[in-house]
């Protein structure tokens, strides 16, 4: 399927933003998950605080949304089942810092 990750990032980057990361995927397309990877917050987050840290003489604009698992089932499963090294761009060398 070209329904990856870095595709998915392209169509977010066609409707006009410079830079994409920390993007879930599934949120544009449910089939995306393959069930190795949940709502990752640390990840987000981490990939956010990195873009504050880029260094940039031009203002930028930021659109940070975070997303959570829904339901009392499904954040249960996201704590416990998931690890926040397993992102929709694939797994992290480390653990995201936040």
Not at 67 to 93: I, K, N, Q, W, Y
Request: some cysteine; aromatic content about 14%; proline content about 5%.
């Amino acid at each position: 399927s070209k329904y990856t990750y870095e595709y998915v990032k392209s169509l977010v980057k066609e409707c006009g933003f410079d830079h994409v990361s920390g993007l879930y995927a599934e949120n544009l397309r449910h089939d995306f998950n393959d069930g190795s990877f949940s709502h990752n917050m640390e990840w987000i987050t981490h990939e956010a605080i990195q873009e504050m840290k880029r260094d940039s003489d031009e203002p930028w604009f930021m659109y940070y949304n975070p997303t959570v698992p829904h339901g009392a089932e499904s954040v249960s499963r996201a704590l416990t089942e998931f690890s926040c090294m397993a992102t929709p761009s694939g797994m992290l060398d480390s653990k995201p810092s936040v």
